[in-house]
């Protein structure tokens, strides 16, 4: 089966990036030293937002990483993850998938999947997404391309709806 997560490269990370990280476990005030503590086995949810450097503060949140220099360690020691672009990300920006119409941007070596979603505030828009898992996404805007590119995540996803004004 092949993997839909991935490890992310600390340049990934920014206010408002999605990620996943297995929480640490609370052996006290000094669980926060580098091999003085354990990772829990489990996978949390998680938004990054830089909170306070301090370390006081910190305990406040001693289960997840609080800062990007604790988020860099958590990515040494593979307790952070992030999940591919799939289907189910793609739908919660409100597009929709269209059954059967792969075939019109189909490719031999890939399968792609097609969306479409009216876009808000403007009559008769339409945007298009074509997906093809783990190597491009497609957008247009009334047959117009607007983007076209690697992304790998819904974090990143976001960004691009949100610059071309699809969001």
């Known amino acids: 089966m092949e993997n839909k997560y991935y490890t ?3 340049s990934e990370f ?3 990036f999605e990620y996943e990280y297995k929480p640490r476990a609370r052996e006290g005030l000094m669980s926060y ?3 003085n503590f354990t990772y829990i086995n489990r996978w949390d949810k998680d938004v990054f937002n830089k909170k306070s450097e301090n370390f006081l503060e910190a305990l406040e949140v001693y289960d997840r990483p609080y800062n990007i220099g604790d988020i860099y360690t958590y990515i040494e020691d593979k307790a952070v993850r992030v999940k591919y672009l799939d289907k189910e990300d ?13 075939g019109e941007y189909s490719h031999p ?7 479409y979603k009216n876009i808000k505030d403007k009559e008769g828009v339409k945007c298009q997404l074509i997906f093809i898992p783990k190597k491009v996404v497609h957008l247009r805007i009334n047959e117009v ?3 076209i590119g690697k992304i790998k995540n819904k974090s ?6 949100q610059m071309t004004g699809v969001l």
């Open 8 to 10: 992310p490269e600390i």
């Open 14 to 16: 920014y206010a408002g």
């Open 33 to 35: 030293v580098r091999n």
């Open 90 to 102: 793609i739908e919660s920006f409100g597009f929709e998938y269209v059954d059967g119409m792969d």
């Open 109 to 115: 070596l890939s399968d792609n999947l097609v969306f």
């Open 145 to 147: 391309t607007i983007f």
């Open 156 to 161: 990143e996803l976001k960004k691009i709806l």
